[in-house]
Every structure is written in structure tokens, then in C-alpha cells.
């Protein structure tokens, strides 16, 4: 071996054994001298406190602090003035180990290098006065006054590492409670010129942090674990954490905070975000009263969320909140459906005017650039906003563009279906919020729909080629440009309901919807189903029932009242055909009315009021008309011969004039109930024709077999029928024609109990055509022969004639004027 590595070797050995005995010589000294020491110790931590640290015990612990000298300090307590008024500890600790510089311990003085603080409380208490007994650290001390006995500088801890530490902030005036469970917190601590600069490693679980224990805690129950950097600028007074990663349970964050320890009470402001983060995550790491109403949504996707929270130590209220958060293309579901492929920008404030406080009533939640698709609907909105969350009001600019089938799955399938088209909204809403759901918008703006197809189910009424827009104006609804196509029918529509949102959420069926109506060709038989009973949709379990919407405009459109003006250009039922046609019609849930009814027909004119009761199978009807020079044939036509099938529209020529007043009951096909009108009918033929009528001629052929049946003409025929059921009273008729003169009275019976009276001169009228005296011709009219004859029912369902005698004549007469009183 060479000789200068020995003599190394020997001098290393050698500065190591001199280390060790001096080592040794330090600890028989601390030994030695363990209760000065402790004394020592004591008198250095208590210098700058107004109240008392107190230690049970101290050993030596060397190898914990080599090179320097380390003491473990058993049960250590630290208290305020105060302490027997409020009984909170400001520390509490089973072992409390000090690791001291050597050299200075030889030199008499202390000097802290490391403190290591194992199952221990630290409880930082503010009473509702504002007293802590953080007072327990003297403020500014006066350097000039120490004594010479006292340290020169006060103690630096370098070092720290504490386990099992309980740490409390629990201040009663400002209503907050921080509770940390730290498993693990250890740093080192450097001095530069002003204040102090930390690394630190942390892992705690946080069992409180309440900015205001009456909404509970933040990020409660969750393990937080990560590094921090803390500064602390003693010109200023304050405490910096620097931007770091902080996972918070099983989620990253980027964390940084300042406590402005200058201000009165302490300010602090805490910036916290994650780039990625479950909704349901994010929502369980905030307060109760905010996580309650948060967890009524929920994102498939993580989101961006960037929180500032601030305020200071005493403020009894909530702290400053503000919050950012990025959603792109998730499933949002919430309590009023699911909306696809949502995007937005949120920002939540409670402070959203400065000086009216950090409440719930402050508060606001602004949504920007908000996308997404709703039961197969795409829409956005630009911004939506909500404010006041004590009583939430909403408001935002919606706009939409789809394929009008996808309202089915909104609408439900007992109200209106779609099977084309398409619709384009733009609305503006303010609307309230219960339980974060839209509770009676007040809109404004556009809803156009265009090219659809649709069923009205209540009705059973399908609509093609349909169009329509709505404009909502303040609380009024204004339909323009509808154009409806029910077959044959072409509708053309305007229309307006006054207080329309008012009464759509409190009482629809007191709405009134104002028409204005016009049609080329009307085929009434198209919409007969508006003359029955609303009609359910059969229950399907392929779609759901109608929602909420769906119901309040199906009451809306059933049970309220609606008012048409109608201009018909040709209106056509069954075998009627009207032109010109004019109405006021009134529907509500009781039935139909009709006013003011003008129409042409046959060359005449037709006017007619009335109503519909809608009630059962069946619906009441009343009628009043007022026929004017109508043609007789055309009219029997169009209304099928009013049931007779021995009086056709064939057989009669001639103008009519009538005035109808009958009522009765029509089904929901829109024929009417046999047996079931009453009234009467006043009419006036003038110039009338009876062709080819056979009960005459059959007859006529023996009693008259020179003049001609086959054409009887009527310069004037009037007379009044009475509608019982399904008999037809004919008071005394006096018929003059081309043919014959006859007198006729009785009943007529649609079914059985027909009994008529004529009498028949056999005069020829032809014999008095020169006359010109009325009072002359009257007196001649029933001269000569007079055949008395009554028509009755025959057994093969025909009316038979027979001819009776004067004498059963007058009985007949008897009979027929008892039936009809007691028809009537």
C-alpha cells in the first residue's frame, strides 16, 4: 500500500472517532443536563407567546438529528391566555421532536433545524366575538427591550414533518370550520432578506372546509395529496401557494392560493381547476346546497372547470364564488329530458352585482354558445342566462331547425302526429325555475312550420302540405300564413289569441283563438270528426304519453273557446254545394255555434243560425234558416229529399222560399238521428211543378183520365209543416193547380202513422182561368162533385189511398186536429 493511502486512511480514521467521541460527549452532556436543556428549550419556544407551551418530558433522540442534536418533547401543549374561557388548545401533541444545530448548542444558544410533530391537534379557534387563540403569538416585539439573556434572533425551523396531525380552523364569528386529518405534511423552509419561502409535500384527508357552516363543507371527506410551493412576503404579509398539482381524491387539479395575513381579518383567494372531470365528480366536491341541485344533471363526458373562490376569515356569509366550465359533445341529462351532443360555455357567479352581497339572490349562471339535440330536435342558444338563484328566472334566445316528425317523441301520440316537414324557431324566453326546470316561459318570437303532414287524433282529422307561423308578441299569439289540406279541402288561415301565456298556464280552456278563414273548396265531410266527443289515442308502449306541453295545449285546443270568420268560395257536403259562403262560427266545449250564415244555392240564397251540443254518440242540433228563391229541384237534391222516398227532388220544378226552424240530434258521421227532429217549416213555391209524382197519378188516372198528371203546375203553393220525431204535420194546405184543387191536412209518418185528408173537387181548374176575381174564384173552387180521400199506411210500406164519405170526412177532420194537439 502506498504510504501517503495509509497515512489517509489513518487521519479519516482518525476525524471519524474524534466525531464519534465528540458525539458521545454531547450526549452524556444533553444526559446530563436534560431538565436545563428542557428548561432552555421551553424558555426559547414560549419568547414570543402570550400564553404557555408546556412539555412533560424530553430525551435525546441522536440518531433522528445527526450531525446535529436532536430531543423528543413528550406531550406537548400549547394555550392562550384565554384558554379557561374557550378550552381549545391551539396545540396538542404526544411527540414533539426538535432537531438543534451542535455547534450553537455548545455556544449556549438554540437554533431549531427540524421539528417533527406526531399524533398531535392543532386547533386554530375564533370565537363569535373575534378573539383567537392565535393571540398566543406575540405581534412585533420590540427588539431594544430584550435581555441579554435572550436569544438574539428567534428561533428559524428549517425543517417540519408532521404525521397523524388533526388541524382545526374553526371560527365561530365567520362561520367557517376547515378540519384536516393530515397523514402526512413535510417541507423544508428556506429565510431569504424578508419572510420565508416552502416546499412541502401533503397528504391530508379533508374532513371539513365549510366557508359557511350553514351550507356545508367543500370537497368534504376527500383525500387531498400532492406538492405545494408556499411563499410568505413579510413586507406585504403574504402567504402565496404557487400554481401546483393537487390531486383531490382520484382527480387532478391545478391549485394556487394567497392569505393576506396584513388585512383584518385575513383575506385569502383560492384558484382551483381540472382540464378533465366528471360532472358527478366535480358536483360532490363543492357544498350540499350546491351539490343537491347539480346532481339533478349529469354529463357523460369529463369537463373542463376552472373555480376562484375568495373572501376573508370573518365574513359570516358565503365567500366569493366563481366558476368556468367547458362542455363539448356530451349527453346531458337533466330533469326535463336528455339532450344530445350538448356543448357550452358556463360561468357561475354569486356576486353578479357588486355591492348586493354573496347570496343565492346574487347569484347568476350564464351559459354561452349553447348546441345541442332534444328528442331528435338540434338547437342552440347564443346565451342563456339565470340569475337569482332564491327564486331562479331564466332567460336566453332559442333557435331550432328540424324535421317536424321529431315532435312526435316530445308531443306524445294522443294529441298530434307528424310525418313530414319541417319547422324553424327562433324564441326569446324568460321563464322561472322549479327545480331547475323552465316553469312557464314568457316567449317572444318566431315558430314557422312549413310542407307538413299531420293527424289531429282527437279528431281523427289527417292534414296535408300543411303550413304555419306563429308569432309570439309579449303575452299574445298571432298564426299567420296557415295553409291547411284535408283532402279535397284547402284552408288558408289567420288567427290570434290574446293573453295567450297567461291563460295557456293558468286556465287554458278560458282562451279565446280568433280566426280568420278562407277556402277555395271546403268538403265539410272532411272535418266531420270535430262533431263528436274528443277521441284518446289507444295506449302504445312504443311511445310515451303525452308530457306536460302536450296536455296543456290539448285542453287549450278542446276546451277553449274559438271564434271563426268564414269565407267559403264553394262548400260542399255529401250532395250540397254552397258558394259565397259566409259565417261567424263559435266552437267551445259545449258544441258549435253558427251565426249569421250566408251562402247561395240553386240560384237562391240561403241564411241560417244555430247551434251543435256536443254531447254522447250522438249531438244535439237547432237550426233557424231562411230560404230565399231557391230552385225547389236542386234543394230536395242536395239534402237527399230530407229523407222521402215517395217526394224525390224529381218530381218537383219551381222556386223555393222557406223559413226552417227545427232542431234534432246528427251522429258524429254527420247524418241525422231518424225520429229525432222537431220543429217547423213555412214554405212558398211559386211557380212550382209536381212531374211524374206517382201517388197523384195513380190517383188521378181514374178520377181525372183527360188532364195531364204527368206536369201539375202551381202558380203559388204555401203552406206550414210541423216536425214531430219522425211525422210531419201538414196544417190545412189550399193547393191550387194546372190539374186539380185540393184541400190537405194530416200527418205524414216517415215509418207508420201516416194519416192525410184531401178533399178533391172534381172541378176542372182549367174552367176558371178567365176569372179575375180572387173572392169569385174562392167561391167557385169547391163547387160540384168533391171526392173526400185518405191517404194511410199500407202494408207493403207504399201509401194507400181510399175514398171515404162526408161524413167519416168530418170525423177524419176531428181525428187529424186531435193528433196534432196532441203532437204538440
Not at 367543500?218 to 390531486?247: C, H, Q, R, W
Not at 172541378?763 to 167557385?780: A, C, F, M, Q, W
Request: proline share 3%.
Amino acid at each position: 500500500m502506498p504510504r501517503w493511502l495509509k497515512r489517509s486512511l489513518q487521519i479519516f480514521s482518525g476525524l471519524i472517532v474524534l466525531v464519534i467521541l465528540a458525539f458521545a460527549g454531547i450526549g452524556l452532556y444533553v444526559n446530563a443536563n436534560k431538565k436545563e436543556l428542557l428548561v432552555s428549550i421551553t424558555k426559547e419556544l414560549n419568547q414570543n407567546l402570550n400564553g404557555t407551551m408546556t412539555v412533560e418530558m424530553m430525551e435525546p433522540t441522536f440518531l433522528k438529528g445527526f450531525p446535529g442534536v436532536s430531543v423528543s418533547l413528550k406531550n406537548v401543549e400549547m394555550r392562550d391566555s384565554s384558554w379557561k374561557i374557550h378550552h381549545h388548545s391551539l396545540l396538542t401533541a404526544r411527540d414533539f421532536d426538535i432537531s438543534v444545530n451542535t455547534l450553537a448548542l455548545l455556544k449556549g444558544t438554540i437554533e431549531i433545524r427540524k421539528i417533527t410533530i406526531t399524533d398531535a391537534e392543532v386547533y386554530l379557534f375564533t370565537d363569535s366575538n373575534g378573539y383567537s387563540n392565535t393571540s398566543i403569538f406575540k405581534k412585533n416585539p420590540d427588539k431594544s427591550k430584550k435581555s441579554k439573556e435572550e436569544s438574539a434572533s428567534p428561533a428559524e425551523i428549517r425543517r417540519f414533518d408532521l404525521n397523524n396531525v388533526r388541524f382545526i380552523l374553526d371560527n365561530r364569528k365567520g362561520n367557517k370550520l376547515f378540519l384536516f386529518a393530515v397523514q402526512d405534511l413535510s417541507g423544508k423552509i428556506d429565510y431569504p432578506s424578508d419572510g420565508w419561502h416552502a416546499n412541502i409535500k401533503l397528504k391530508t384527508l379533508v374532513r371539513s372546509l365549510a366557508f359557511n357552516t350553514k351550507r356545508g363543507s367543500f370537497i368534504k371527506d376527500k383525500l387531498l395529496e400532492g406538492n405545494m410551493d408556499a411563499a410568505y412576503n413579510g413586507s406585504t404579509g403574504i402567504i402565496e401557494l404557487k400554481p401546483n398539482v393537487l390531486n383531490i381524491g382520484d382527480d387532478p387539479f391545478m391549485l394556487s392560493a394567497k392569505f393576506n395575513l396584513s388585512k383584518d381579518p385575513v383575506e385569502f383567494s383560492i384558484n382551483v381547476g381540472a382540464k378533465k372531470i366528471m360532472w358527478r365528480s366535480a358536483a360532490a366536491l363543492l357544498a350540499p346546497n350546491i351539490t343537491s341541485r347539480l346532481n339533478m344533471f349529469d354529463l357523460d363526458r369529463p369537463i373542463a372547470v376552472h373555480a376562484i373562490i375568495s373572501g376573508n376569515m370573518g365574513a359570516g356569509g358565503d365567500p366569493s364564488i366563481l366558476v368556468k366550465a367547458a362542455v363539448r359533445s356530451s349527453k346531458l341529462t337533466n330533469p326535463g329530458g336528455t339532450i344530445d351532443n350538448c356543448s357550452f360555455d358556463g360561468v357561475f357567479t354569486n356576486n353578479f352585482i357588486n355591492g348586493k352581497g354573496l347570496t343565492d339572490a346574487n347569484s347568476a349562471i350564464k351559459l354561452y354558445r349553447f348546441t345541442g339535440s332534444y328528442a331528435g330536435m338540434p338547437f342552440s342558444i347564443d346565451t342563456a342566462f339565470i340569475h337569482n338563484l332564491d327564486k331562479p328566472i331564466a332567460t336566453g334566445t332559442f333557435r331550432s331547425k328540424f324535421q317536424v316528425s321529431s315532435l312526435n317523441r316530445v308531443l306524445g301520440d294522443d294529441l298530434i302526429t307528424f310525418s313530414k316537414g319541417t319547422a324553424d324557431l327562433k324564441l326569446h324566453y324568460t321563464a322561472d325555475m322549479v327545480d331547475l326546470k323552465l316553469s312557464k316561459p314568457v316567449v317572444t318570437g318566431v315558430v314557422s312550420v312549413k310542407n307538413a303532414d299531420l293527424r289531429y287524433v282527437p279528431r281523427n282529422i289527417n292534414f296535408k302540405n300543411t303550413s304555419i307561423s306563429l308569432n309570439f308578441t309579449g303575452n299574445d299569439l298571432f298564426i299567420n300564413d296557415i295553409r291547411l289540406q284535408s283532402g279535397k279541402s284547402v284552408v288558408l288561415m289567420e288567427g290570434s289569441i290574446k293573453n295567450f301565456l297567461n291563460l295557456y298556464y293558468s286556465a287554458p280552456e278560458k282562451a279565446v283563438l280568433k280566426w280568420q278563414i278562407h277556402s277555395p273548396h271546403l268538403h265539410l265531410g272532411e272535418f266531420i270528426g270535430f262533431l263528436g266527443l274528443r277521441k284518446s289515442a289507444p295506449a302504445s308502449p312504443a311511445k310515451s304519453k303525452s308530457n306536460n306541453f302536450a296536455k296543456q295545449l290539448g285542453i287549450m285546443l278542446e276546451k277553449g273557446r274559438v271564434e271563426m270568420n268564414v269565407n267559403v268560395d264553394q262548400l260542399h257536403y255529401k250532395k250540397f254545394t254552397g258558394t259565397n259562403v259566409t259565417a261567424a262560427i263559435f266552437l267551445s266545449d259545449a258544441g258549435i255555434d253558427l251565426r249569421n250564415v250566408s251562402l247561395k244555392n240553386g240560384g237562391g240564397s240561403v241564411k241560417l243560425d244555430g247551434n251543435i251540443s256536443q254531447i254522447g254518440t250522438s249531438n244535439r242540433f237547432a237550426i233557424n234558416t231562411t230560404i230565399a228563391n231557391v230552385d225547389m229541384r236542386n234543394f230536395f237534391y242536395s239534402f237527399d229529399n230530407f229523407g222521402s222516398k215517395t217526394l224525390t227532388y224529381k218530381n218537383l220544378r219551381g222556386s223555393f222560399f222557406s223559413k226552417v226552424k227545427v232542431e234534432g240530434r246528427i251522429t258524429d258521421a254527420g247524418a241525422v238521428v231518424p225520429a229525432s227532429m222537431n220543429g217547423s217549416i213555412i214554405f212558398d213555391l211559386k211557380k212550382g211543378a209536381l212531374v211524374d209524382f206517382d201517388a197523384i197519378k195513380n190517383v188521378g188516372k181514374f178520377a181525372f183520365p183527360f188532364r195531364d198528371l204527368d206536369n201539375i203546375t202551381f202558380s203559388n203553393l204555401n203552406g206550414k209543416f210541423d216536425i214531430r220525431g219522425d211525422k210531419m204535420i201538414i196544417n190545412p194546405m189550399f193547393i191550387n193547380s194546372s190539374v186539380l184543387n185540393m184541400n190537405v191536412a194530416g200527418v205524414y209518418a216517415i215509418n207508420k202513422g201516416t194519416n192525410i185528408l184531401l178533399d178533391v173537387p172534381l172541378r176542372n181548374p182549367k174552367k176558371d182561368e178567365d176569372l179575375t176575381s180572387k173572392t169569385e174564384i174562392k167561391e167557385r173552387r169547391m163547387k160540384g162533385i168533391v171526392l173526400h180521400i185518405l191517404a194511410t199506411d199500407g202494408d207493403d210500406g207504399k201509401i194507400k189511398f181510399k175514398l171515404i164519405r162526408k161524413k167519416d170526412k168530418e170525423n177524419k177532420d176531428k181525428e187529424i186536429k186531435d193528433d196534432k194537439d196532441s203532437q204538440e
